[in-house]
């Protein structure tokens, strides 16, 4: 009986045929695994073995489909913001009361127990490494912020998205990480009512 022909060697990063064809289900496996791992061990106790163990993968599938371990990072907490889906809703309403959809967003996000553990992980490695801090500037200012402010007619989009990112994520740091008092227990009603007028000023006045 004629042996079947034996598979054709991988390279660095490059997965079996097989592999690649279980497409994008298994994208998103890899993409929850990461989240998940980021989350418990944070960034610089993470590996990218580590994440595909925890996906059932072969850690060259990882990289075949996220590259390196800071662009697995940015995709697991992508996650969790959606920039594609939010920034189209915050836009959509027009310049009117747009402060008050991004600070409800913002909030939300913080708000929901899946997403917050992983933008916890985020906001406490970008602290003290500079690849998740380089990932956290992408994502909430280039991806979100910038993209908001860009579209709208005003002067300095890039500085007034800056702004805002800045008022956001210190509320972010102080309420859900450092948990200051009396912020950490406040109604998430009350932030919105009180920082959507600034968030306004900042991406729509002249």
């Known amino acids: 009986m004629t042996e079947p022909p034996p598979r054709p ?13 279980e497409g994008p289900g298994t994208q998103e496996r890899i993409r929850a695994a990461a989240r998940a791992e980021f989350a418990a061990r944070g960034y610089d106790k993470t590996s990218v073995r580590g994440i595909a163990k925890a996906a059932g993968v072969d850690p060259a599938l990882v990289h075949h489909y996220f590259g390196s371990k800071d662009d697995l990072f940015a995709a697991a907490i992508e996650l969790s913001l959606e920039p594609a889906l939010v920034v189209p809703m915050i836009l959509g309403g027009g310049p009117e009361g747009i402060g008050e959809r991004l ?3 913002f909030l939300g996000v913080w708000e929901n127990p899946v997403t917050r553990v992983p933008l916890l992980a985020v906001i406490r490695s970008a602290l003290t490494h500079e690849a998740a801090a380089k990932v956290l ?4 200012l280039r991806r979100v912020l910038e993209r908001v402010a860009a579209d709208l007619n005003v002067p300095d989009p ?10 956001m994520v210190g509320i972010a740091i102080l309420r859900y990480v450092v948990q200051v008092e009396p912020l950490a227990s406040a109604d998430p009603e009350a932030i919105i009512s009180l920082v959507a007028p600034t968030l306004q000023r900042y991406l729509t006045e002249d």
């Open 9 to 21: 060697r991988r390279g660095p990063g490059r997965p079996r045929q097989d592999e690649a064809d």
């Open 103 to 105: 600070a409800r967003y």
């Open 137 to 140: 500037r992408a994502l909430i």
């Open 158 to 167: 890039t500085f007034r998205a800056e702004l805002a990112a800045s008022h």
